[in-house]
């Protein structure tokens, strides 16, 4: 494994994205989730299960903010 070099083309490079008004982008984040997850043969349960664990920090933004509520209806829907 190769060393941390500053001019590595390949870095992982954070860049912070503005949200576009007039968008749910949460709503959006979520069913993004919840699309891949099912993809990959996941069930409601195991997915709120996720949404829930605050280790996973995207899908549990979303839990924290709008509820269970929420996402089961997302899921419904």
Known sequence: MKGYQEDDPFAFVPVAAE???????????????????RRMGWGDARILALFRNPFYRGPHAVYAARGEAYLRALMEG
Not at 19 to 37: N, S
């Open 19 to 37: 949200a576009e008004a007039g968008r749910d982008h949460l709503r959006e984040m979520a069913l993004a989730f919840i699309v891949e997850f």
